[in-house]
């Protein structure tokens, strides 16, 4: 597994059908594409972390976890205040699509991490839409985002093996095709369930 130089993503853009690789709209191809990586933007809209009356989420419970979260919605150039210990839910302004032979890795652009915002996720072979960003103040004061920033970066890396196509199936089905910010899809994964039927006695509701 190697990570792809501007070179080689570029060449991945010019493919056709499957093979290609899709980020949508580059709106600064200079400054965006970088040695070994491609500068994401801050997208539109926003689910805020809400304290609530009832204030566990717990996966036994039946209700839904997008409860949890409040909407919101910026225009572009609009400012958005990020504020300490808060956890945010964004997307990327970019439509991204993975051909089945790439990996991505999602991090923050080192000086937003500086500032206390710390960000690192995976992006699945074959994934379409747009990326959520779990977004997370560490530091002691609010920070202004701003909706076009560019805030993340992606790097890509070839993926070799025989079962990529099962492993896109099975892997990326909860978190595809969405353009919006993305609340969790835990309560989907069967391990409660799996616990309950065999420590029914022993798990506490």
């Not at 191809?29 to 539109?44: A, F, K, N, S, V």
């Not at 409040?70 to 808060?86: A, M, S, V």
């Not at 937003?112 to 994934?127: E, K």
Request: proline share 5%.
């Amino acid at each position: 597994m190697g990570i792809l130089t501007s070179d080689k993503i570029k060449e991945y853009f010019l493919k056709s059908s499957d093979d290609k690789l899709i980020v949508t709209p580059i709106l600064d191809p200079d400054t965006q594409l970088g040695l070994t990586t491609i500068d994401l933007r801050l997208g539109p809209k926003f689910k805020v972390d809400l304290r609530t009356r009832e204030p566990v989420i717990d996966l036994n419970d039946e209700r839904p976890i997008e409860t949890f979260f409040d909407h919101t919605y910026r225009n572009f150039g609009e400012r958005f205040l990020l504020y300490p210990n808060q956890l945010v839910l964004a997307s990327t302004f970019e439509y991204v699509k993975l051909p089945k032979d790439l990996f991505g890795l999602l991090i923050t652009r080192s000086s937003w991490n500086r500032l206390g915002i710390n960000l690192t996720s995976i992006v699945q072979p074959g994934y379409a839409g747009v990326l959520t960003l779990e977004l997370m103040n560490k530091s002691s004061n609010p920070i202004a985002l701003y909706v076009g920033l560019r805030l993340v970066q992606l790097c890509l890396f070839t993926v070799e093996g025989t079962n990529s196509d099962q492993y896109i199936t099975q892997s990326i089905s909860k978190y595809v095709a969405h353009s919006e910010p993305k609340t969790s899809n835990i309560s989907e994964d069967k391990d409660i369930e799996i616990l309950n039927n065999k420590f029914r006695n022993t798990i506490r509701h």
